[in-house]
């Protein structure tokens, strides 16, 4: 993947800097002012201590995400309101900028961005692996809870969203 100087720092989080203090920050990277091409843009994202972030291009929606080992996850719950099958928790719209929407099956099957998917049951444990030894014992139990929620040292966020019965109710 290539990337030109300017779409870099066009980054949300370098829209707002300077050009001097955008130069001091390249130079510091031994990288010369003008146009650049940057052939691995996550590298460059690391060094600068950049998040990623998604843009779903449904609606615009921005959500960041988090590199944990060799995963890339969404760090923040999906917003996407589908035609069907979704609902804020407790048919509360306030609820969503926190926690999301809930999805029955069908819909949570085929909701996700483009390029993204829904994690297998092999690919959250590995998630689960890196904060802990698995949940084999109270301890990694508590190891993994505490750094994948909000706040956690994984920069997950994973926010429980709540449930919602067959019959409607939360």
């Known amino acids: 993947m290539q990337c030109e100087y300017n779409k870099i720092a066009n980054e949300p989080l370098m829209q707002d800097m300077k050009p001097a203090a955008w130069n001091t920050v390249l130079q510091n990277l031994g990288i010369a002012k003008g146009s650049i091409k940057i052939d691995d843009v996550n590298a460059l994202r690391k060094k600068l201590d950049l998040p990623l ?3 779903d291009s449904r609606d615009g929606k921005q959500y960041k ?4 080992g060799n995963q890339v996850w969404m760090a923040e719950n999906l917003a996407y309101k589908a035609s069907s099958g979704c609902w804020a928790y407790d048919n509360d719209q306030s609820n969503v900028t926190k926690y999301g929407y809930l ?10 961005p483009t390029g993204w998917h829904l994690p297998t049951k092999s690919e959250f444990e590995t998630l689960l692996n890196n904060y802990g030894n698995g949940n084999d014992n109270e301890e990694d139990w508590k190891a993994n809870y505490t750094a994948l929620i909000p706040g956690g040292e994984s920069g997950f966020s994973a926010s429980f969203g709540g449930w919602r019965y067959g019959n409607g109710k939360f």
């Open 103 to 112: 999805y029955n099956w069908q819909t949570a099957k085929t909701v996700c």
């Open 53 to 55: 972030i998604l843009t």
């Open 65 to 68: 995400t988090v590199e944990i």
